[in-house]
């Protein structure tokens, strides 16, 4: 692979990965900032929106996982120059992400037997389930806004989408400090008020995102509702049966560090909180090799679009390389502040003590993490999802799940939190290797099926 091709599509990915980063980043700042101030009202409203939002982050995460098709859709038809068909593609991604919505909505808002089942203590259910009822009509606001999104980054455009989450965060803190506390007139709802915040914050973000498309000089020149198309069988399908498997794959990992989460509760509150600490810094810096991921499936899906194979060959490489290199840096930043970054989260000895341990496997769990996501959204970009989702849940509840279970609390001299970790190191691992594996067979196959149709090409015109 020629280096200097490398360093030039790293150079071409850095302006779309940057805005995605800060928007990923601004996004997760979100969730910080409501426990922190519905933290100010009450430990109960803290815990409710805590539980609340870990219900609404597992159901949006399968949502936008299915609407993730229309990114590497608009991209092909973006590489190839075909724009008359990327209004159909954007219509059809709305019409399915209002299906999805309501499904969302319905979810969300019959919640209350899952936690009761889950055994979450029942004096939080109550106000969880309120706070569910306020923030579930943001779920078809939230699919809406991903269509637009994924459309802007379909053609490249990423700086609204970090635009979009910027006012998003405002408006949200914004609301909150009205809704919360009971400002301006309104009433004094707790943690309540952070869900009905969050609504008010995607609508407001979903109209700045359908005016910035259709101002926006570049954006608007593809007249995407000049023509309104019902919903289409055939397109609907090519969607979900790209976008589903993504979906499936993202709930597979997401799900898996829930579960983690409860086994460790059953360990003790100082290893839950040492988890919490560890679990939350390995997932902001996580982040940047994300975005660095989302930004090679745009690069990927224009290259094939175009038919550039060779490009997207190299996007593939540059993509990971870079996200390896950021994980390295992660990574250091993690072992050797370890220390220093536990000791901002709580003053307790004994947590310190186990943070510190648990984000040995942090710093290790960067550089595999950065891999497999690279790596999957550069499958992503290849339209290539089925496989890649029985690899991720084969590697998250075949490998991850039981051997973390094993290590942490069945084997005769349990290691507790640590085992859990290791765990999650391995499954990482695994899915690092198996989608390296899928990806190199995915590029061969391309290139094998291209010198076929060069020489059946040849082949004509040596018999003409």
Known sequence: MNTQKIREEIRKLIPIVTPLALAQITQASISVVDAIMAGNVSALDLAAVSVGGSMWFITTLFITGVLMSVTPSIAHLRGANNSKDIPLVVQQGLYLAIFLGIFGVVVLQNAEPLLQWVKVDPVIIPL?????????????????????????????????????????????????YVLIYGKWGFPRLGGVGCGWASTIAIFITVIFMYHYIHKDEHLASFSLFAKLYLPNFAELTKLVRLGFPIGAAILAEASSFSIVAIFVA??????????????????????????????????????????????????????????FCIALVNACIIYFLAFVIANMYTNDPLVIKYAVDLMFYAALFQVSDAIQVSVACSLRGYKDTRIPMVMTFFSYWGVAIPLGYFLGLSMENPLGANGFWIGLVSGLSVAAILLSMRLYFVMQNIRRQNDANLVQAHNTIDND
């Open 266 to 323: 059953s360990i003790g509150p100082k290893e839950v909180a040492a988890h919490q600490i560890s679990m939350n810094v390995a997932s902001i810096l996580f982040m940047l090799p994300l975005s660095v991921g989302l930004g090679a499936t745009i690069r990927i899906g224009h290259n094939l679009g175009e038919g550039s194979f060779e490009k997207a060959k190299t996007t593939c490489f540059a993509g990971v390389l870079l996200a």
């Open 128 to 176: 969880a389930v309120k706070y569910l009822y306020a923030i579930s009509w943001g779920a078809p606001l939230l699919a809406i806004f991903f269509v637009m999104r994924s459309y802007c980054e379909g053609l490249g455009y990423t700086r609204p989408v970090f635009v979009a989450s910027s006012i998003t965060l405002v408006v949200n803190i914004i609301a909150n």
